[in-house]
């Protein structure tokens, strides 16, 4: 299903075509535009403060996602490079500091359609949240869990590299009744 029903440039419906070989939506009208639906790039921080990391719970995320906590992300901005994103994030979330961001790894996230880069941050400062995240928690390196998708496996090579190896988080989906 297209994320968008019209043509951005005429307004003409989209329609399913062939476009080098790839059924895509394009415009009906033949205007040229297509919606490649390319994977949005997301940076995200293993941060580390006082030796241990930090794990943020976002208040967006929905009921399902109640106890779980993740890692510092957001949205590369235009003109901005991932490490500047890396450390802009995390003041704007933790109002920490980050001396550094140093490439963990690039990793695809399908079901998002967002392809995360990740760093190591070490951060210094006094944690205080901003309006999108409603807690956090610092956790020893020897307690750090994983995930298997989004960035649980930038944590597990970050863990890794650090001589330890996490247990796997199990997300476990709702069922009909929750």
């Known amino acids: 299903m297209p994320q968008f029903q019209f043509c951005p ?5 989209l329609v399913q ?5 790839e059924l895509r939506s ?9 919606h490649y639906d390319n994977p949005t790039p997301v ?16 208040r967006a995320w929905p009921q399902m996602l109640r106890s779980f906590y993740g890692l510092i992300t957001g949205f590369l901005e235009r003109a901005e490079s991932p490490e500047q994103c890396a450390l802009r ?9 980050g001396t550094t961001a140093t490439l963990i790894g690039v990793y695809p996230f399908e079901q998002m359609n967002q392809v995360i880069i990740a760093y190591h941050v070490p951060a210094d ?10 807690a956090f928690r610092h956790v020893p390196l ?15 090579d970050w863990l890794r590299s650090r001589g330890f190896e996490p ?3 199990e997300i476990r989906k709702p069922t009909p009744s929750e």
């Open 125 to 134: 400062g006094t944690i205080a949240l901003n309006d999108e995240l409603d």
């Open 43 to 58: 940076v995200a921080a293993v941060v580390e403060h006082d030796g241990m990391v930090v794990l943020a719970h976002n």
């Open 142 to 156: 020897h307690e750090c869990q994983a995930w298997p998708s989004g960035t649980g496996p930038a944590l597990r």
């Open 9 to 13: 440039y005429c307004a003409a419906p």
């Open 17 to 21: 075509r062939l476009v080098q070989g």
């Open 89 to 97: 994030e995390v003041k704007e979330e933790l109002d920490l500091d």
């Open 167 to 169: 247990r796997i988080l």
């Open 26 to 34: 394009a415009c009906s009208t033949n205007c040229g535009f297509v």
